[in-house]
């Protein structure tokens, strides 16, 4: 199994990108996307369950997570874009339902750097 994350890079406040999860070695009912700032634990962001997504409320309104099952491929849209929002995301992956717990999903990708500028 393996999950690559891409998508990330340098973006001012206010800004936009899309990160792409790329799974292969299996088929995932849950996906989702975590993140990792500088001193900081790792934090959940979003999942989707089959259609069912959930958000941090820290992101809630400004990133939209979905999926393309043809491609195996989740991806995490992120408008309006803070500083705060500068952080290593990690793409998880999970063969059943999952909270938003780190320990609940079995795969993680790589991870990719988003750093928001003002």
């Known amino acids: 199994v393996q999950l690559q994350a891409s998508g990330g890079g340098l973006v001012q406040a206010g800004g936009s990108l899309r990160l792409s999860c790329a799974a292969s070695?299996?088929?995932?009912?849950?996906m989702g996307w975590f993140r990792q700032a500088p001193g900081k634990e790792r934090e959940f962001v979003a999942r989707m369950y089959w259609t069912n997504t959930d958000y941090a409320d820290s992101v809630q309104g400004r990133f939209t997570i979905s999926r393309d099952n043809a491609k195996n491929t989740v991806y995490l849209q992120m408008n309006s874009l803070k500083i705060e929002d500068t952080a290593v995301y990690y793409c998880?992956?999970?063969?059943?339902?999952?909270?938003?717990?780190?320990?609940?999903?079995?795969?993680w990708g790589q991870g990719t750097l988003v750093t928001v500028s003002s």
């Open positions: 070695g299996g088929t995932f009912r849950s």
């Open positions: 998880a992956a999970a063969g059943g339902p999952t909270g938003r717990s780190i320990r609940s999903y079995d795969y």
